[in-house]
């Protein structure tokens, strides 16, 4: 058990919730996570800080955690890294999620040839959440490889949980500047925005306020963790408060290096109030996503 996992339930028991939904959390096939695991913990160039992994669990075990945490849904969020890795990741968690009942299906692509064909037979077959990692995939959202499966998964209205903020270390694509030119050509996307932007807080908050389909996740921001090195804004509070019905919880489960009531805290820290908590925590994400 890590500091606080007691406290969780006592969190939104107090404000009146059900419970918890958890729009970011990695479950993967075990030698996948098993290298993530590695790569944090020899603080990779894409880490670059010692990262301790609080939940390291074997997957029932992580399970049994997040339920005894109260989250009554979560996601399964996966990313590839190279071309011909998509389809795989995708095929393990549409296994996951038909075994496992509160989990969102949860699916991925790369920019290459077949991502249009395999976005659509997901999006026919019922996923409720893509993930894209621009930072660890290395690849321009707006790649044109990507124009359809941007088209279908925009039309679809299915969201994407994007990593596309330069935090922890910047990428080659990562920034606001190639989501700006993504959201130009696509609209209507149902983009959720990994990390608030971090560190590029104010400019992904500018797109959310330009776009009604942009919303922001708010993994591992506002914790100590972060707040050392990616401040947000105290001046930006205002629109966090304002954009409150388009903020969703999220965690990184199980890959924190802190125990998960410290993330929940962390938004009281904040200030905005229960109705704000409330929304953030449970209603927005179940709204989202039919919960």
Request: charged share 25%; proline share 7%.
């Amino acid at each position: 058990m890590a500091d606080g996992d007691e406290r969780v339930s006592a969190f939104w028991r107090g404000l009146g919730l059900p419970g918890l939904i958890d729009v970011h959390t990695h479950f993967m096939p075990a030698r996948v996570m098993a290298k993530v695991w590695a790569y944090f913990d020899a603080a990779g160039p894409l880490v670059g800080r010692r990262w301790p992994i609080e939940y390291r669990l074997e997957e029932d075990e992580r399970l049994e955690v997040l339920r005894g945490f109260g989250v009554r849904a979560f996601t399964s969020m996966i990313y590839p890294h190279k071309p011909g890795m998509a389809q795989w990741l995708n095929g393990w968690a549409a296994d996951f999620a038909a075994r496992t009942t509160d989990c969102l299906r949860t699916a991925t692509f790369f920019p290459e040839e077949a991502a249009a064909a395999y976005v659509r037979a997901e999006l026919a077959d019922g996923v409720r959440i893509f993930k894209a990692h621009v930072q660890v995939g290395a690849y321009d959202p707006a790649d044109a490889l990507l124009d359809p499966v941007w088209g279908a998964v925009a039309e679809a209205g299915v969201p994407v949980v994007v990593h596309c903020g330069s935090g922890p270390v910047p990428g080659k694509h990562t920034g606001p500047e190639p989501i700006a030119r993504l959201l130009a050509r696509h609209p209507r996307l149902r983009l959720i925005i990994a990390h608030m932007g971090m560190p590029e807080y104010a400019d992904f908050l500018d797109l959310a306020q330009r776009y009604p389909g942009v919303h922001l996740d708010t993994t591992m921001a506002f914790t100590d963790f972060s707040e050392r090195d990616a401040p947000f804004p105290r001046a930006e509070r205002g629109r966090l408060a304002d954009l409150g019905d388009r903020v969703l919880f999220g965690s990184d489960f199980p890959n924190i290096p802190y125990g998960y009531a410290h993330a929940l805290e962390a938004l009281t820290r904040l200030e905005m109030g229960e109705e704000w908590l409330r929304g953030v925590c449970y209603g927005n994400a179940a709204r989202l996503f039919g919960v």
